[in-house]
């Protein structure tokens, strides 16, 4: 097993792992009694909500056709297996990718903090990027608590505010410490975002208090290391 020096080069360690080789666990070895299964009206939620969205909102056609045939409207499936079909539509488009104005759009509609962010300066494409989401915030504020908001919020500024530094983890060609890749993959895993959607998915409202205590704590915390497997 290779011992990551502190003061190695990116380019060094990525050289040190080179015939190396890893196994990983099988998830359904580790969870007999889980048997994950599709929402029941997935295809539909694909073909009549989720493609067309995408069609709306991402105008390059070859990008377009990328973006369907991905299906990640599946995990989102997986997440919502019993939940209405209008919340397997709303998360499937939940997932969509983030850009600059992202922390200042996030607040605004998720809860209604400061003003709407001035995206005239950007591209048709980074508009629509944040645009895409707002009948996603729409429905999320419909149905949850303010707080419940707030939490959501919360967890998805964590992720969306580390994108735009990805590369800082290796500043300066050099390996970071073990405390700060945890800290920076955990971050950018965008498990966290995620796990605070299943409020929403399930109708059930959420406190800071509640999500404060150790077992909830060690719940995103176990949770995000099966993600990063």
């Given at each position: ?74 995990f ?33 509609v ?8 001035d ?27 303010k ?83």
């Amino acid at each position: 097993m290779t011992i990551i020096q502190q003061n190695q080069s990116h380019s060094d360690f990525r050289d040190s792992l080179r015939g190396q080789s890893v196994v990983l666990p099988n998830l359904y070895s580790l969870f007999p009694e889980w048997k994950p299964r599709l929402h029941p009206e997935y295809a539909r939620a694909r073909d009549e909500s989720l493609n067309p969205w995408i069609e709306r909102w991402v105008p390059d056609p070859v990008t377009s056709r990328k973006f369907q045939a991905a299906e990640f409207g599946v995990f989102a499936a997986i997440m919502c297996a019993d939940a209405s079909y209008e919340k397997l539509c709303t998360m499937s488009k939940s997932f969509a990718w983030y850009r600059e104005k992202s922390l200042q759009y996030f607040r605004h509609v998720l809860c209604g903090e400061g003003e709407f962010p001035d995206l005239s300066g950007f591209s048709l494409e980074l508009q629509y990027a944040l645009l895409c989401w707002d009948e996603v915030a729409a429905h999320i504020r419909e149905v949850c608590s303010k707080e419940t908001c707030e939490v959501l919020l919360e967890k998805k500024l964590y992720y969306v505010s580390s994108v735009d530094t990805v590369d800082t983890i290796c500043e300066g060609d050099q390996i970071p410490s073990l405390v700060e890749y945890w800290d920076r993959r955990e971050r950018t895993a965008g498990v966290y975002p995620v796990i605070a959607t299943i409020p929403f998915i399930y109708g059930q409202d959420v406190s800071h208090a509640e999500l404060a205590t150790e077992n909830m704590r060690l719940l995103w915390r176990h949770t995000s290391y099966l993600v990063h497997m």
